[in-house]
């Protein structure tokens, strides 16, 4: 097939251009501004400038948005609707005009928000009910496309991890662990949900091809959620860090996300990302997990990189093992 990704160099984007032509696709590999020195991927990848290649009518059978704008503290709102929202509008007029045989959207768990845990584990048919504004562009996007008359698919992975994250949760916390640095909320006894890089890249190849998977939306997680303090202690052993079994009390470093929060509003973190913020203390301290049968069903796959294996991989790329 001739497949364009968005985000080609980002972190999911160029993990799909991999993966696309590793299997000898021709890829089309679009970002904001072509890389000096392109990636050596294979002579079937063709680096391209998005504007550029929009302002052409160059057929694909496939259209796989992965550039987003990522979860980050400080931005606004208005940013994460241009960047997320209206990009995906234009890519989605831009498809309809070429007749692109499938438009695969890169989506997020993030829509369906925090439940409660007693409506745990989450699956498709939850409302959507983001928390934030990167949630809301999400879930604003997934609509956009649902609606827009383009044949389409929606992967919806969990946190994803992997080699060349510069700035995710797995790569943080590793790197504080190995300083020593990173505390434990209360008992560490809630849980997340991983994904690894590879199978979120190979999942969605395979979706991308899937007759059953036209008009779906699916999440794409690891087939079971890992309780904090057990994947904290497994990434403490491989970049030989240390890390208290149990921490302070998670309301007590609510208060303390509130402090750190209010110095940031006053600038006194010179434009860095303050160590604690309530958004990063919910990322690991609200319980979360997630259905993956409708994946399982459509695709017949499910990841196979497991917590221990991905995690080795990952802390080997970063020189921490």
């Known amino acids: 097939m001739r497949i364009a990704v968005t985000g080609a160099t980002g972190f999911i984007g160029g993990a799909i251009v991999r993966e696309a032509s590793s299997h000898g696709h021709e890829v089309i590999a679009l970002c904001r501004a072509a890389p000096a020195a392109p990636p050596a991927v294979s002579p079937t990848v063709s680096w391209q400038r998005l504007d550029e290649w929009l302002a052409r009518s160059d057929r694909v059978d496939v259209l796989i948005h992965a550039a987003a704008l990522r979860h980050r503290h400080g931005i606004s709102g208005d940013e994460y609707s241009r960047v997320n929202v209206e990009l995906t509008r234009h890519l989605l007029a831009h498809s309809a005009h070429l007749r692109v045989a499938r438009f695969v959207l890169i989506s997020s768990i993030s829509v369906y928000g925090w439940p409660a845990r007693s409506r745990l584990p989450i699956d498709e048919s939850f409302p959507d009910d983001p928390v934030g504004p990167y949630g809301r562009s999400k879930a604003a996007t997934e609509e956009l496309v649902r609606t827009a008359g383009v044949p389409w698919t929606i992967v919806q992975p969990s946190i994803t991890y992997g080699p060349g994250d510069t700035n995710g949760m797995v ?25 690894y890089i590879d199978d979120l890249a190979r999942v969605t190849l395979i979706a991308a091809q899937t007759n ?42 609510r208060v303390a996300a509130r402090g750190f929060e209010a110095m940031d509003r006053l600038g006194l973190f010179s434009g860095r990302e303050p160590p604690l913020t309530r958004e990063k203390l919910a990322t690991i301290s609200v319980d979360r997990a997630y259905r993956i049968d409708t994946m399982r069903r459509l695709l017949g796959t499910e990841p196979c990189i497991g917590y221990d294996d991905g995690l080795a991989r990952t802390a080997r790329a970063m020189n921490l093992s």
Not at 176 to 194: N, S, Y
Not at 217 to 237: G, W
């Open 212 to 253: 059953a998977a036209l008009r779906a939306r699916f999440i794409c997680t690891y087939p079971d959620p890992i309780r904090v303090d057990d994947l904290v202690q497994r990434m403490a052993r491989l970049v030989h860090g240390r890390v208290a079994p149990f921490g302070p009390p998670t309301a007590l470093l």
């Open 171 to 195: 790569d943080k916390m590793m790197r504080m662990i190995a300083r020593h640095q990173f505390v434990v909320p209360g008992l560490g006894h809630t849980r997340v949900q991983l994904i």
